[in-house]
């Protein structure tokens, strides 16, 4: 069955320093990817996506995401994070000829002043 | 501004009653979703509408219920028959009904059954 992995439940990072966050996806074609985040007792906004093309991708507030095929992965990253990012990060799978969003179950950010 | 509106942001009802979490966006957007999320466990899906007067069981569906009579609003009501009905409860909607079309999500409600 297609699945989502977030490996990490929780990352706290000084406010300044780099980010990544992981996520691996099961699926045997490539799907379309997204990153979701989630600020507590909000809903979701989209960071980013990934269909096709270029395998680095730029979204809003800095950040950007890598599709590795060879992988199966499609990590988070930010040079430099602020404390407004902390927040809740969802990672989500939309497998070809389907309506199904599948969603990783999320790593909470904390950062540090 | 466009945007889903969801109401109330918390929610409490006795165990028993059925309850209807409002869902209304002013996007123009055909289809829209309703998710459940419980802590550690991500987002499911309960229920998705492609179009107006059209609705599909997501994932989680038994217990609950939904309604597409209008292009704006897609009302969904937890039942008595829904075991674990407490968690937080999302709406989103998209252009369209399609891999490509990203979810833009409402801001939540909180039910609470004891």
């Known amino acids: 069955a297609q699945s989502v992995t977030q490996p990490d439940i929780h990352i706290t990072v000084s406010e300044g320093a780099s980010l990544e966050l992981r996520c691996n996806y099961s699926?045997?074609?490539?799907?379309?990817l997204f990153w979701y985040v989630q600020s507590p007792g909000q809903g979701l906004q989209l960071l980013l996506k990934?269909?096709?093309?270029?395998?680095l991708v730029q979204g809003i507030k800095g950040f950007e995401a890598e599709f590795k095929r060879s992988q199966s992965s499609f990590n988070l990253r930010k040079p430099s994070v602020h404390w407004s990012d902390a927040a809740e990060y969802f990672c989500?799978?939309?497998?070809?000829?389907?309506?199904?969003?599948?969603f990783g179950t999320g790593t909470r950010l904390k950062v540090l002043a | 501004d466009g945007g889903i509106t969801q109401s109330p942001k918390y929610l409490f009802r006795k165990e028993g009653q059925n309850v209807t979490l409002s869902c209304e966006q002013n996007?123009?957007?055909?289809?829209m979703y309703w998710y459940r999320q419980d802590p550690g466990q991500g987002l499911r899906l309960i229920y998705y509408?492609?179009?107006?007067?059209?609705?599909q069981k997501g994932d989680i569906a038994e217990g609950y219920s939904v309604s597409r009579e209008k292009k704006e609003s897609f009302p969904l009501t937890v039942t008595s028959a829904q075991k674990n009905p407490t968690a937080f409860y999302l709406c989103?909607?998209?252009?369209?009904?399609?891999?490509?079309?990203?979810?833009?999500f409402g801001p939540g409600t909180r039910l609470t059954v004891t």
């Open positions: 989103a909607s998209s252009i369209a009904f399609g891999l490509e079309y990203e979810q833009y």
């Open positions: 699926y045997g074609a490539t799907p379309y």
């Open positions: 990934y269909f096709s093309g270029d395998t």
């Open positions: 989500a799978v939309n497998r070809g000829g389907t309506y199904k969003y599948i």
């Open positions: 996007l123009n957007h055909d289809a």
């Open positions: 509408s492609q179009i107006v007067n059209d609705f």
